[in-house]
């Protein structure tokens, strides 16, 4: 326990000598409770538990380098808690060495409320846009990306939005969770979103790849073939509704990888899928 409330402080330290901003969702206090009584705490260094305090870490590009874009990035934890390190900071700033601007969202653990995380990175995109010029940000190159439980957090937000203003201008997903469908779901997400007995209709509704429509933004999708947690269907269904659609959309597919890779080096071909991601984000134009 020791060491993990030093490993803390040491990044609580590293990220604000970094002028990383740590900006509350809703400075007085969310509305509506997730219903944990219990407090926030770390399950290994690297990963954060039972959060009830929204919150985003700012990690803007420098202005001499920034293209205008920029990422809200929801690491993944099968909604029960977020990985914050491996598919969080690590990519932010891996993006602002490209010139992107990214903010990495600790999203309320829904606990059976499934409104709690959508609201929640909703209302994180929205401060950014609000921002966007302070950040030098174009507000038309605002997207989403997630990891697992935090991947289809993503594409809710790039499915369920209501307006352009809520609409991410891209999704960019790391071997997602995008159905609800008790056969092909990581099975714990879906429990802590929807709870254990959801009605047919709740499935639906969070069954992302039922909700694509032509106005669902470009995607750029990665998965394994061995993923023994999140089966691949997941992206798979995802990528022919976005075809049916004519949005554009790419999956890049490893046979090797499993779960959770992040972006860090394993020795096997997977480990390029980052250079794929940047070439992807040159041809939308996102990037120089």
Request: glycine fraction near 8%.
């Amino acid at each position: 326990m020791k060491k993990y409330i030093l490993t803390a402080i040491l990044s609580a330290f590293f990220m604000f000598a970094n002028s990383q901003e740590n900006i509350l969702l809703y400075p007085q206090g969310a509305t509506e409770s997730n219903g944990l009584n219990v407090p926030e705490s770390y399950r290994d260094p690297e990963f954060i538990v039972n959060i009830s305090e929204p919150r985003m870490i700012a990690f803007p590009a420098a202005k001499e380098k920034a293209c205008g874009a920029a990422v809200l990035i929801c690491p993944g934890g099968g909604y029960s808690g977020v990985s914050q390190i491996k598919e969080g900071s690590e990519f932010a700033k891996w993006f602002n060495e490209m010139g992107v601007s990214a903010f990495v969202l600790y999203y309320r653990m829904p606990n059976g409320h499934h409104e709690i995380p959508l609201k929640d990175a909703q209302t994180a995109f929205q401060i950014i846009r609000n921002r966007a010029k302070e950040w030098n940000i174009s507000k038309k190159k605002i997207g989403i990306m997630g990891f697992s439980a935090g991947g289809h957090l993503a594409s809710t937000v790039g499915t369920h939005f209501k307006n352009s203003k809520q609409r991410p201008a891209f999704m960019i997903l790391g071997y997602p969770v995008v159905t609800m469908n008790k056969e092909l779901t990581h099975g714990g997400s879906r429990n802590n979103l929807l709870g254990k007995n959801p009605s047919e209709e709740l499935v639906k509704l969070y069954s992302n790849e039922l909700q694509v429509t032509k106005k669902t933004p470009p995607t750029f999708m990665v998965h394994a073939t061995d993923d023994g947690a999140v089966p691949i269907a997941n992206s798979q269904q995802l990528l022919k509704a976005l075809q049916d659609k004519k949005v554009s959309a790419e999956l890049q597919i490893f046979e090797k990888g499993g779960h959770g890779f992040g972006m860090r080096k394993k020795g096997i071909p997977a480990d390029n899928w980052p250079e794929l991601l940047k070439k992807w984000l040159k041809t939308q134009k996102l990037i120089d």
